[in-house]
């Protein structure tokens, strides 16, 4: 069936460097994604997003970039902070396929000080 | 800033009592959903909810399920008879308007079915 999945279960950066985080899915018709932070014993977080009709937006230290050619998203911070150390879930959302989002299986982003 | 809220953080029950897990949506929005999330897993979609009924649901969301929204604030996802299997985090998110705003999530409830 359609998924959403995660290149890299588990990402390890020294504080200061950028992080990228990468997310592959499968259904063309998906045409709203969102970047969700999870931190230990929390909900998903917003962190930001990106309809289909864009290929980059940028946040406060944040940048998501959509390839639709290859069904491909990435969540890049830039200057990590320790404070970033969490799971980081993308989740697409398909028009006319449920009212929900379908998550990714999750990226730990592990930040070293 | 507003913000979903959930209540109980952490409900322990035995195996066939009823639960109920209790949410404070975000108030001017008007869509609202349950996920659940089994420890070290993802998040899964449960049902969602728009103008008094159920719009969607997963095949997670069997005749044990039911959700209400019983005033103008509440939403409520109840579990009749648990089962050691719906051990979870429980997440509701509700969202404003149209297919393409954000879902914003609450903090979760622990579920432990013993």
């Known amino acids: 069936g359609e998924s959403v999945g995660l290149h890299l279960p588990t990402l390890s950066v020294q504080e200061g460097d950028n992080s990228i985080i990468n997310c592959a899915y499968s259904?063309?018709?998906?045409?709203?994604f969102i970047w969700y932070k999870q931190e230990s014993g929390k909900g998903p977080q917003f962190i930001i997003d990106?309809?289909?009709?864009?290929d980059k937006r940028q946040g406060q230290r944040v940048t998501v970039l959509l390839n639709k050619t290859v069904k491909h998203l990435s969540l890049q911070i830039a200057a990590t902070q320790p404070g970033d150390s969490a799971v980081y879930f993308c989740?697409?959302?398909?028009?006319?396929?449920?009212?929900?989002?379908?998550f990714g299986g999750g990226t730990r982003l592990m930040v070293k000080p | 800033e507003p913000e979903v809220t959930q209540t109980p953080s952490h409900q322990v029950t035995q195996m066939g009592q009823e639960v109920i897990l209790r949410c404070v949506p975000i108030?001017?929005?008007?869509?609202f959903y349950w996920y659940r999330q089994i420890l070290g897993q993802k998040v899964e979609f449960l049902v969602s909810?728009?103008?008094?009924?159920?719009?969607?649901k997963s095949e997670i969301f069997d005749d044990q399920f039911s959700v209400e929204r019983p005033d103008g604030s509440n939403f409520t996802l109840k579990i009749r008879s648990t089962k050691l299997e719906d051990s979870a985090m429980y997440f509701c998110?509700?969202?404003?308007?149209?297919?393409?705003?954000?879902?914003?999530f609450g903090p979760g409830t622990r579920l432990t079915v013993l």
């Open positions: 998110a509700s969202r404003a308007r149209d297919n393409t705003d954000t879902q914003y």
């Open positions: 259904n063309s018709a998906s045409d709203y």
């Open positions: 990106i309809r289909s009709n864009m």
């Open positions: 989740a697409e959302f398909t028009p006319n396929a449920g009212n929900m989002l379908t």
């Open positions: 108030s001017n929005h008007l869509y």
């Open positions: 909810f728009y103008n008094n009924e159920i719009s969607e």
